[in-house]
């Protein structure tokens, strides 16, 4: 769910949300352990096998990006990670652990990004592959399958800064589920409705935002599917207008089609604009700047660049809301503020928070039959090891 709507952490220096991979791969491998082995992981080995996973998919990230020409799917250097982090929990010895993240590098989904976000679709980031290859790469360097040496973990060196330079530390939570190139246009938007109130498209002649370059390719068309609310600037910017703030709701029919806020999208372009993109070139860090041209002759620019998260982290409040928005959808008020107590406390993971836990997410109480259908294509490559 966290990558269908777009509402990921993500890693600014390479682009790439390594959470959307991490997370249920760990899920995955932890229930295959205790499933298959009578395993169980301690909370506290989950949460350093997590820490492996963002540190070594963050460097491989960095590299991938400085060598390779062209903005790629995080799939491929996350399923990196995902090997890693799957022999850390198996206990891989140092030559399956080599094999297997050279099998992943070599095997990952390594797509366009651009090409995604030019034609809405629902492979995003190739993040429904990229965990799965990490898995099975384990799998078939522990059954003998050899692989190259992975040129992004060995070949340039990317070891050097483990344990001094914690990059799980420069990662960052978006407060709505919109590609992160458009926050700081929404958060523009965002201050025109605390100061105004609803705006509609009866009160706005145009809207120019004024950006860098990655960020006016998201364009300002009126959408026609759910992933391409989540790719584009205008449509996003019209109902944060209206309604003062962005959620899972703008997925629903009520709201995505809206007659009100496809009126105004119409009203909104994007232009790159120099200093924004010079700002993008030197510092990573991105600004937009919105012209709002009022049908009384009246006009007001909002500037921003806090959408860059890292100098203006969403507040453990905003995520806590943003989170209980979400698991709202599938769980009661109760069991969401369960499941965030026991995540937040996972190092001192208990036995009745496992047993919550495993209620909680796969609907499994002890003693109950497994549910096949959970984690889906990772069991598929884990039972191969684990029946033999």
């Known amino acids: 769910m966290v990558d269908s709507y777009d509402c990921h952490d993500g890693y600014m220096t390479s682009r790439g949300h390594i959470g959307a991979a991490a997370v249920p791969a760990l899920l995955a491998v932890v229930d295959c352990l205790e499933r298959y082995k009578g395993v169980k992981v301690t909370g506290a080995d989950m949460v350093k096998a997590l820490v492996l996973c963002y540190e070594v998919a963050s460097r491989c990230g960095d ?33 399956v652990l080599r094999h297997a993240l050279g099998l992943a590098e070599f095997h990952g989904p390594c797509g366009c990004m651009m090409r995604v976000i030019e034609y809405a679709s629902n492979i995003k980031d190739g993040l429904g592959w990229g965990p799965k290859v990490g898995i099975s790469s384990y799998v078939m360097a522990e059954q003998g399958f050899e692989g190259a040496p992975s040129e992004l973990v060995e070949l340039n060196e990317v070891s050097e800064s483990y344990g001094d330079d914690w990059l799980i530390l420069v990662h960052y939570y978006k407060r709505w589920p919109i590609c992160r190139w458009a926050h700081c246009a929404l958060l523009c938007a965002e201050r025109l409705f605390v100061e105004m ?9 145009s809207i120019v935002i004024e950006t860098s370059k990655d960020s006016v390719s998201l364009g300002t068309e009126i959408p026609t599917c759910a992933d391409g609310v989540q790719y584009t600037m205008g449509y996003p910017l019209a109902l944060m207008l209206l309604r003062g703030d962005l959620h899972h709701s703008i997925f ?29 070139r030197r510092t990573r860090k991105r600004k937009a700047r919105v012209t709002f041209s009022f049908s009384n002759g009246s006009s007001k620019t909002l500037e921003d660049l806090t959408g860059e998260f890292l100098d203006n982290p969403v507040s453990d409040e905003q995520l806590i809301q943003k989170y209980s928005t979400l ?45 096949d259908s959970h984690a889906n294509g990772f069991h598929d490559s884990m039972n191969i090891l684990m029946n033999k």
């Open 327 to 371: 698991m709202n959808l599938i769980l009661d008020e109760k069991s969401t503020k369960q499941l965030a107590d026991i995540v937040v406390n996972l190092e001192n993971l208990t036995e009745d928070d496992r047993l919550t836990l495993k209620e909680l997410l796969y609907g499994q109480k002890e003693g109950s039959k497994p549910l």
């Open 252 to 280: 629903t029919s009520e709201h995505f089609r809206d007659p009100e806020a496809d009126a105004l999208t119409k009203k909104i372009t994007a232009v790159e604009a120099d200093d924004c993109q010079d700002l993008w």
């Open 63 to 95: 590299k991938m990006h400085a060598t390779w020409p062209t903005y790629h799917t995080s799939g491929v250097w996350t399923g990196i990670g995902v090997a890693a982090m799957t022999c850390y929990l198996m206990g891989a010895s140092e030559d």
């Open 197 to 205: 109130g609803p705006v509609t498209s009866k009160d706005i002649e």
